[in-house]
């Protein structure tokens, strides 16, 4: 027995690193696998509000830019519009609206990471629950994953475990977008099969299949297209509407039908 | 000493704020990142043990997850730093040894000493936080260029940091 405990102390310092190692690695595990936050992030009320601050700080030094994406945001809003009017009125539209848009501030943001993150001022007392899409600018930001009473946690476009199912405006009709960790302006369009002829520029938007993203919002356009002989599908690399750099307003879409879709298919199941 | 451990105490605070609020957002070319929060481990006193040393390293690095949602991935590299930092201060002992209490600061003990100290702890770290960011050894050559790139530049600004606030007292 005093062996035993003269063993372990002699190795104590390897034994308390191997202990704190592992609680970090069930920390990381945690996280990606089982998407749960044990451990307190930045959507932790205390951490927000420090975020919050710093960010009312920063701001002032990018109202430029932000001016300039509001200005082309309205500017593209009031073209829809136009095209809306020039309707004939013999269509009947369905006035219900399938989406209720919440406006959100970026209080924190990163895009070199290879899984990155977003943080964003409202949370639960501003009606957000999980897997809301949040959208901006140009095209989409991501999808809510930790709520808080008043912040929330986004996981970005940018992150590998983020994956949206897409459309080529007019041609393909199931296709993913994924990014593959490199660079922050470019994602890649999985599942694209070879018989289809697109070429550079296509437009790619997301497609309503999963509920969550409203329908026809832009992700990018084709940036290349690289298809070896023996694939089945084509090796497309899209660049994004988005710079996500520069987001700093953005919007979380509730999705009114989606409750129902669920309660559906867990009817089903 | 209570005044150093105040000290020590404020100076964690401001460490993991400065990173989390400013050096977070200074990314180079996409490439190069700054934790210069390692600074604050660098400089702990160079007769700390290993097991507290490890909780100080555990403590700062969660810290740092939750400012940029990393989630235990900087604790992971920090208790790894604080685990091989006694190694490596035992193994360049100056000729004649270290003077009592002293501290491993570049304008105290010297910049060439502090090189050969902190250039593989901050190689180490950055090492073990980008792979274990990327999952993986896919990408091999882009992530080790992060990690150089990262390596130099974090020493600069960590050695930059010392010579320009911290003045030139003991501590």
């Known amino acids: 027995m005093k062996s035993l405990f003269l063993f372990f102390y002699k190795f104590r310092a390897f034994i308390s690193l191997i202990l704190l190692e592992s609680f970090c690695a069930f920390l990381i595990v945690q996280n990606s696998q089982y998407h749960r936050a044990l451990f307190f992030n930045s959507s932790n009320t205390a951490i927000g509000s420090v975020l919050l601050l710093s960010n009312n700080i920063s701001q002032y030094f990018r109202l430029i830019d932000i001016n300039e994406s509001l200005a082309s945001e309205n500017a593209a809003l009031k073209n829809d519009m136009n095209d809306f009017r020039e309707l004939p009125d013999s269509i009947k539209y369905d006035s219900t609206r399938n989406f209720n848009y919440i406006s959100a501030r970026v209080i924190n943001n990163s895009v070199d990471m290879r899984n990155n993150m977003i943080t964003i001022d409202v949370g639960e007392n501003d009606g957000i629950k999980k897997n809301m899409a949040v959208i901006g600018g140009g095209g989409i930001i991501g999808k809510t994953r930790y709520v808080s009473a008043n912040y929330t946690l986004v996981t970005s476009i940018l992150h590998t475990a983020s994956m949206v199912p897409a459309v080529i405006k007019g041609k393909v009709n199931i296709c993913t977008v994924k990014w593959d960790g490199t660079n922050p302006y470019m994602v890649d369009l999985l599942y694209v099969p070879r018989h289809y002829s697109i070429i550079v520029g296509d437009s790619v938007i997301t497609s309503g299949y999963s509920g969550i993203f409203p329908e026809n919002l832009l992700i990018g356009k084709i940036y290349s297209i690289d298809l070896s002989d023996d694939a089945p599908f084509f090796n497309i690399k899209v660049k994004l509407a988005n710079d996500f750099y520069k987001i700093a307003y953005v919007e979380v879409a509730e999705s009114v039908e989606l409750p129902e879709i669920d309660s559906l298919q867990s009817a089903v199941e | ?171």
């Open chain 2, 1 to 171: 000493m209570n005044r150093y451990n105040l000290y020590k105490i404020i100076s964690f605070f401001l460490y993991l704020l400065a990173q989390a609020l400013i050096f977070n957002n200074i990314v180079l070319f996409g490439t190069a990142h700054s934790f210069i929060y390692i600074g604050f481990l660098l400089t702990l006193p160079l007769e700390l043990a290993i097991i507290p040393g490890m909780i100080i390293g555990l403590g700062l690095g969660l810290g740092i997850d939750a400012f940029s949602n990393t989630f235990g991935l900087h604790a992971a590299a920090s208790v790894l730093l604080m685990y091989i930092r006694p190694k490596i201060i035992s193994g360049i002992t100056p000729q004649g040894g270290y003077a009592v209490n002293m501290i491993p600061r570049p304008n105290i003990i010297g910049l060439a000493w502090f090189s050969t100290y902190a250039l593989p702890l901050i190689f180490i770290h950055h090492l073990v936080l980008f792979f274990v960011e990327f999952g993986g050894f896919d990408l091999f050559w882009s992530t080790l260029l992060k990690v150089l790139a990262s390596t130099a530049y974090s020493f600069i600004l960590i050695v930059v940091i010392q010579y320009m606030f911290m003045g030139n007292s003991r501590k």
